[in-house]
């Protein structure tokens, strides 16, 4: 069982940057894969970026690539979401999940850091 609680959300002027927080209680957090996702008010769910579990390797949607890096400390059980050149498009409910390697599903959620990028 692995809890997850986010932090660091706020509102920012564009061109600005946040840095997300994700603390991660429970036992074995080095074995799981570390994700962020956001929501957007009317719309669905979306990936952000993902980190694997043993080497570090990262992947990020084609909309933050560049802007936006993951990043994690199993020594402190926790991951991070460096967000730079924020937009507006990236106001939304940021997430923080885990779940075990090879899984498709995540299988653990946080419950969200409000996100709000002003024009």
């Known amino acids: 069982q692995v809890q997850l609680v986010e932090s660091g959300g706020g509102l920012v002027q564009a061109g600005g940057s946040l840095r997300l927080s994700c603390a991660a209680s429970?036992?074995?957090?080095?074995?799981?894969?570390m994700g962020w996702f956001r929501q957007a008010p009317g719309k669905e769910r979306e990936f952000v970026a993902v980190?694997?579990?043993?080497?570090?390797?990262?992947y990020y949607a084609d909309a933050v690539k560049g802007r936006f890096t993951i990043s994690r400390d199993n020594t402190k059980n926790m991951n991070y979401l460096q967000m730079n050149s924020l937009k507006p498009e990236d106001t939304g409910v940021y997430y923080c999940?885990?779940?075990?390697?090879?899984?498709?599903?995540?299988?653990?959620w946080g419950q969200g850091t409000q996100v709000t990028v002003s024009s």
């Open positions: 999940a885990a779940k075990r390697p090879g899984k498709v599903k995540y299988d653990y």
């Open positions: 429970g036992r074995l957090f080095s074995t799981y894969v």
């Open positions: 980190i694997s579990w043993n080497d570090g390797s990262t």
